[in-house]
């Protein structure tokens, strides 16, 4: 398997502190069966004020020091980019690292507030000639009320990467309630670790896997830790990568007590499930289900829909 974001680099942000942990991180690596790991710290600046050459050359550290104590795991560049001014100004000038210099690269959002213009973001990254991949977008607390923008922002050709350990329920029942969905719609292209330690956020890539295989199947399983991984580590085309592949949504925490405790009473995820109840119940109920969900109705409801992200995206491509 090949596992494209963690902190493995020594004290260079909030992953591994010091070199003990970044070699006992690599052996649980290995142990799971991951053979290539990028190295992604955080590029923050004002609190991660890591560059591209500071990362390669920590980066050819961590892996001499592997190659010295027998531990067989291929390290890559990269970096967690935080979205910042002038992205494709620092990828071009190498401050900041595409994921092994390919044309992928690791992009992560505000995790408690929605960015503005956050397409604005990704369509310069995408109209430059990179393929920006948005990180962990099932941990984002405000993913609830944006849904719909991570989905346009998916379909104008922005890859997501979801964490193993959300899957297997290691960050709590929302985070994991969003993996599944997004894996179910087919929205999902790799899987990654996000490993931060060796027992707080350990490497966790092969709990992952088994838990996308009971979800999807073995062959997109595969796909999401192995194939399209070395599929971005050749650089290749998005065009030349199989796309995700979704199965029928069947979560089982809807209807677990204590969910609807965490769920805001205007939600998406309500909204989504009442339109399939409304199909099979009759439009007329529906309605009725979409006007509790969603508020009244209201003159806007018959109005032709603007155009949305995909549209606006399609005049440059």
Known sequence: MIDLHSHILPGIDDGAPDLGVALEMARIAVANGVAVQACTPHIFPGLFD?????????????QRHLDEEGVPLRLVTGADVHIVPNMVNGLRA????????????????????????????????????????LTHPERLTWIETRYDALVQLFRAGVWMQVTAGALTGAFGRRPQYWAERM???????????????????????????????????????EQLVSLRPRAILENAAPSAVRPPAGASFKSPLIGKPGLEKETP????????????????????????????????????????KEPGLTAWFGRFF
């Open 94 to 133: 190498g401050e900041i690292l595409s994921l092994a210099d390919t044309r992928y690269v690791l992009v992560e959002p505000p995790h408690h507030v929605a960015p503005p213009r956050l397409e604005h973001v990704f369509f310069e990254l995408l109209a430059a000639g990179y393929v920006p991949i």
């Open 183 to 221: 894996l179910s719609e087919a929205l999902v292209h790799i899987l990654a670790t996000d490993a931060h330690g060796a027992r707080r956020r350990p490497p966790d890539l092969a709990a992952g896997r088994a838990a996308a295989a009971k979800w999807l199947g073995e062959e997109e399983a």
């Open 265 to 304: 009473s205007i939600d998406p995820r309500s909204h989504w499930l009442g339109a399939r109840l409304g199909a099979r119940l009759g439009a007329r109920l529906g309605a009725r289900l979409g006007a509790r969900v969603g508020g009244k109705p209201s003159a806007r409801a018959g109005r032709k």
């Open 50 to 62: 890591n560059s591209g050459p500071r990362i390669r050359r920590a980066t050819q550290e961590l």
